[in-house]
């Protein structure tokens, strides 16, 4: 019996590499999203960080603001999303799958 609790500790701690892995690998990768027709641009990378956010100059409009800001809203959070499921597709190929509570 002591012996099966020593391979899932072994297992174990190469799920924790493998994950260290791919979160390093993960900050690497970039995702973008637009919105707009292409108007605004959104780049985020596996960590959900905003790297870069274009504006095209026709985009811009002192009498209407708001509409740029829902641009830039919704190209940012579909590349907020676009990460995501980046990040728990490479997950599952670490886990079989398995949702692991707080991993990422």
């Not at 174990?12 to 993960?26: G, I, N, V």
């Not at 605004?40 to 990378?45: D, E, L, M, P, Y």
């Not at 603001?65 to 599952?92: C, F, R, T, Y």
């Amino acid at each position: 019996m002591n012996k099966g609790f020593g391979n899932i500790m072994k297992q174990a701690q190469m799920m924790q590499q493998k994950m260290q892995r791919l979160q390093q690998e993960l900050e690497g990768r970039e995702v973008e999203a637009t919105s707009g027709g292409g108007m605004v641009t959104a780049k985020v990378n596996g960590k959900q960080q905003l790297l870069g956010l274009k504006i095209e100059p026709a985009a811009v409009d002192a009498e209407d603001i708001e509409m740029l800001e829902d641009l830039i809203l919704a190209a940012v959070n579909e590349a907020l999303k676009k990460s995501q499921e980046m990040v728990q597709e490479e997950m599952g190929k670490i886990t079989g799958g398995l949702n692991i509570p707080g991993l990422f």
